[in-house]
């Protein structure tokens, strides 16, 4: 669970305060995943530039040093400008410089400019170069402007220059601002120009701010002028209170009678108090009645204390009692020690009484290293428990993880209790390797003695049938001249290639299957009935359908030009849960293809990751 708490200044910027479990051991259960490594096997972007020095071509390059169609659909992106140097077209083309229909449905915008620079038009057309309805909802924008350059109308037309509602819910928006260019007023009207309520169901939102320009108040209306709850986050208006350096110290919320209310969070009211240089020190949760509440994180009161860096160093949880409470991580305080580059290289995990614990995880306490060069990057992590000796967290008790002179991951050792190494999901020591384009090519694993070894599996085993097989099986294989071989061996593999989700069983115990020729693979683990899309939206951190309250569960389904499918992902109550595949390509004639595969468990990566354009595979853990 990340302990963490955020506030806003006054531009609006978020501050967050306070350390996570997770932050020191991030990188322990990820790969580095470097620009070398992103979407279709993107290498580098080629740039054209004009005399002025705008860039009028922009050219994606792959591993093989060839344009590649990135993930929204294009390999190049041409650029005109007007002569203010205002960017009027753009227009996206395929691998051979032909229009293609990029992911929001368009193959060219055009805008037009005002004398101040303002955009106030902006046109999508289609592959024949006519108007297009875009993946938004329309054709085209308009917008006019405040003398000080503030949007203070924005409307949206269709293909036959009519009003037409975009896809959160209005056709137009209007804004209205105070001396100091805060927004005092947003409405919203259908294609009718009366007020409208948006896809969340407010129509109109009057915020209200203080002489320094800090939000004092703000209230959600419907579509009758008459005050409604926030869909999102369960309130109808909201006050804040700061102090003299502006630092927020009391959040309350209200429901359409005026009443306190509690909202989402669990909470009716939220009181911050600060130290002299402005850290947080203490937070409080309360209920309707003013009195202490457990928030839906299992406590009413934090306390953070720091050093004189402004590291924080311990922080304490408590309950409406005022006393020490366990958070459902399994502990009440951690305290944390720092290097003199300010990397948390110790934290320890307590009780209610001060008494060191074990938490979910399995460990009491956490010790970091970090390399010395510039990049200060995590070096090596080991666990211990109670007794202050090492003990064993996903199969290891320590780790150490290698890097090359740029800062890129290049080799993990595993330990166990006596500091040997120590084999985890079948190896001791792995090494990576790199093409001359950067993309990672090899990962080559080694047993306790530093032998290098070829990976054993059991035989696979039929998630629907239980049928074992008793050919050649391995989970590691290497390619040679577009070939598939063993490794360490001459001869080219004939067998079964096995890949499996780390640590993922079924109801029976059995390790489940990630992919096995011509057996079942994880996509069948999803009901081929359950819901799919191809538009979600995120509210806090979760997806949702359109118009739907509870977070999307179900299959996520991304298509190029309509009928090309280039992603589809699994999510479980708004959150990626399991196999999510990409598909790139479309080189000329050739096909796309699938790309790579990743795994997520509760919206992280986890589990094993696949690339199909070059013969690599490795795992993600998140604890």
Known sequence: MIIEEEHLNKEGSSSKVGVSIEDTISE?????????????????????????????????????????????????VSMTYDKNNNLIQSMFLGLTGTPVLMIDGYAKLTKTFDTQGNEIEVNFYGLEGKPIIIKNGYAKLIRSYDSKG?????????????????????????????????????AYFGVDGKPTPMKDGHAKIITIYDSKGYETERTIYDSVGAPMFEIKDGYSKRTIKYDDKGNEVNKSYFGVDGAPIIIRYGYAKHTIDYDSKGNIIEQCYFGVNG??????????????????KSNVIEQAFFGIDKKPILLSDGYAKQTLIYDDKGNAIEQVFFGIDGEPVLVKYGYHKIVSTYNDNDNEKLSGISFFGVDGKPILVNEH?????????????????????????????????????????????????????????????????SLEHGVSSEENTTDTLEERNGLQYSIN?????????????????GEGGIRMLKSVLSLVSLENVFSSEENTTDTLEERNGLKYSINEDKPFTGKFVKYLGGDIKILEANYKNGKQHG???????????YPYTKSYEENYKEGMLHGLFTSYNATWSFYFLHR
């Open 291 to 308: 009195k202490p509440i457990l928030m839906q994180d299992g406590y009413a009161k934090f306390t953070s204390t720091y050093d004189k």
């Open 150 to 186: 503030n949007i203070t109308e924005q409307a949206n037309f269709g293909i036959d220059g009519k009003p037409v509602l975009m896809k959160d819910g209005y056709a137009k928006l209007t804004v209205v601002y105070d001396g100091l260019g805060n927004k005092v007023e947003q």
């Open 397 to 461: 008790a320590k780790l150490r993880i290698a890097y090359d002179d740029n800062g890129k991951q290049i080799g993990k050792a595993f330990f166990g209790l006596d500091g040997k190494l120590i084999r985890v999901t079948g190896h001791a020591k792995l090494i990576m390797a790199d093409d001359e384009f950067g993309n990672q090519t090899k990962v080559v694993y080694f047993g306790e003695g530093g032998i290098r070894m070829l990976q054993k599996v059991l035989p696979p085993v």
């Open 28 to 76: 322990l259960f990820s790969f580095n995943t470097s620009n070398e490594q992103t979407i279709n096997g993107i290498v580098s972007t080629m740039f054209d530039r004009n005399i002025n020095g705008y860039i009028t071509l922009k050219t994606y390059i792959g591993g093989r040093g060839i344009p590649v169609i990135n993930d929204n659909g294009y390999a190049h």
């Open 579 to 589: 196999l999510t595949t990409h598909w790139g390509g479309g080189f000329g004639p």
């Open 489 to 505: 061996e001459k001869k080219s593999f004939t067998g079964k290639l096995v890949k499996y989700l780390d640590n993922y069983f």
